[in-house]
């Protein structure tokens, strides 16, 4: 996918980039994005919108893989951002990122992060629960500003997905809940504060979603919810925001959809249910983050030892592992992988990738089928491009890999790797250990 192809070398090439040659200026592991294809789907999204009728904003959602580069790509495709930290929002802040169309998200934003974000003057706050909501509210009317916010709402979905990663069902530390007259409580709150600006209701039902029905009802849930606040209080929302989710392909069997199907659905309903309560149409916000960047991002290894178990198992180990990438030891997430230098050699062994972390779990891909595997080779990892580097840890103490991104056969370094020296750069040896001496 993307710009990724066989050259005459028989190596895997990715934005006219020989990733052979990659790894052996950076260093591996090295995560290598393909530029343009993260262009491609910001532009997917937003032309899935027009012709729909509806105003809207795209916001990144940042978590997905969140460096000063890409908010500036994020910038220059003209998406909105959405940070849920207050590194998130440093980082947009130090690239430059436009402040009024950085959204705020999280379920306890502390009031350090509060100030910071106010300071800044960010778009919109998503505000989660009544603890930030009076907390909020008291710091805008000391401010003597009025600041817009969203509220996040529990539609009690459970998308399709694994459980580790569904936000939407009742059963979550996330949002107001929409059965227990939460969210209506908030919803009034909000719209008769003088000092809160209230755009809308937003919910977000999970990761990695390849139908559209939980969109569906959710969104049916979300408007329930808007004509009873019309009713009750005479609120029309400004905003209606449906969060990210939107599946990618990881292996076979994955079946996304593309961005303009489950735009489509969802405009669809929202024009439906809205019409019937006459409610004005809102502007549709998304939240994507995965299908953003996640099959933008191949991770390269280095191919080191091997176990052979006869008759069981071939383990064959790389240079990184859940430090680089903890999706398959968190999630039992599968991925797919290719030897880069071996690209036209055939498929002949069925091996495991192990990570070199001290524990049994670091395993990167269960039984993946490879052409026969040497010291020395480059193993690609492809679609690590979304909660892999945002997601990267220090385990054993192991510095973070670097990040290039790569375009029209050019490769620039946007995350240097970490050097050992940063990684015991914030340790302090106590003093008593000194006097000890
Ligand atoms: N909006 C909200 C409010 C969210 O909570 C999330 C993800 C997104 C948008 C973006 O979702 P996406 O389009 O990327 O699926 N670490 C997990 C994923 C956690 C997602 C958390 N929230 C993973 O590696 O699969």
């Given at each position: 996918h993307g710009t990724s192809r066989v050259n005459e070398q028989g190596n895997l090439e990715i934005g006219g980039c020989d990733t052979t040659q990659l790894a052996a200026t950076y260093g591996t592991p090295l995560y290598v994005y393909d530029e343009q294809q993260i262009r491609t789907k910001c532009r997917e999204f937003v032309k899935a919108f027009h012709n729909t009728g509806f105003s809207f904003q795209v916001a990144y959602a940042s978590k997905a893989f969140c460096t000063m580069a890409m908010c500036k790509l994020v910038e220059e495709e003209g998406l909105s951002l959405d940070v849920v930290s207050g590194g998130e929002l440093y980082t947009a802040l130090q690239a430059g990122f436009p402040v009024e169309r950085i959204h705020f998200h999280g379920n306890n934003k502390s009031r350090d992060e509060?100030?910071?974000?106010?300071?800044?003057?960010?778009?919109?706050?998503?505000?989660?629960?009544?603890?930030?909501?009076?907390?909020?509210?008291?710091?805008?009317?000391?401010?003597?500003?009025?600041?817009?916010?969203?509220?996040?709402?529990?539609?009690?979905?459970?998308?399709?997905?694994?459980?580790?990663?569904?936000?939407?069902?009742?059963?979550?530390?996330?949002?107001?809940?929409?059965?227990?007259?939460?969210?209506?409580?908030?919803?009034?709150?909000?719209?008769?504060?003088?000092?809160?600006?209230?755009?809308?209701?937003?919910?977000?039902?999970?990761?990695?979603?390849?139908?559209?029905?939980?969109?569906?009802?959710?969104?049916?849930?979300?408007?329930?919810?808007?004509?009873?606040?019309?009713?009750?209080?005479?609120?029309?929302?400004?905003?209606?925001?449906?969060?990210?989710?939107?599946?990618?392909?990881?292996?076979?069997?994955?079946?996304?959809?593309?961005?303009e199907t489950y735009i489509k659905a969802i405009t669809d309903i929202v024009r439906q249910e809205l019409t019937a309560l006459a409610i004005p149409l809102p502007e549709i916000w998304i939240e994507p983050g995965r299908s953003i960047v996640g099959d933008a991002g191949t991770t390269l290894y280095r191919i080191g030892s091997h176990k052979d178990i006869p008759n069981v198992r071939k383990y064959i180990a790389v240079d990184g592992g859940m430090t680089d990438n903890l999706r398959p030891a968190l999630y039992d997430a599968e991925y797919e992988a290719a030897i880069a230098n071996k690209m036209n050699a055939p498929a002949t062994e069925v091996v495991s990738i192990a990570g070199k972390c001290c524990e049994s779990g670091d395993m990167l891909i269960w039984d993946v089928k490879l052409p026969e595997a040497q010291a020395g080779d480059i193993l690609a990892v492809p679609s690590t491009g979304a909660y892999g580097y945002s997601m990267a840890n220090n385990y054993n103490r192991i510095a973070r890999p670097a990040v290039v991104f790569v375009k029209d056969g050019e490769a620039e370094v946007v995350v240097r790797r970490e050097t050992y020296a940063e990684v015991v750069g914030h340790d302090v040896l106590p003093k008593r250990a000194q006097l000890m001496r």
């Open positions: 509060l100030i910071m974000a106010l300071d800044a003057k960010i778009g919109c706050f998503v505000v989660d629960n009544f603890y930030e909501l009076h907390i909020l509210a008291q710091l805008a009317e000391e401010r003597n500003e009025k600041v817009a916010v969203l509220l996040r709402v529990t539609p009690g979905v459970e998308a399709h997905t694994h459980e580790y990663i569904s936000t939407g069902q009742i059963d979550s530390k996330f949002g107001f809940d929409v059965q227990n007259g939460q969210a209506l409580e908030a919803i009034q709150f909000s719209h008769e504060s003088n000092h809160l600006h209230l755009l809308g209701v937003h919910s977000h039902i999970g990761s990695q979603i390849f139908e559209t029905e939980g969109f569906l009802v959710a969104v049916k849930r979300l408007t329930e919810l808007l004509g009873e606040a019309k009713e009750k209080l005479g609120f029309l929302p400004e905003v209606l925001n449906v969060g990210g989710g939107f599946g990618i392909r990881y292996v076979e069997g994955d079946t996304p959809q593309p961005a």
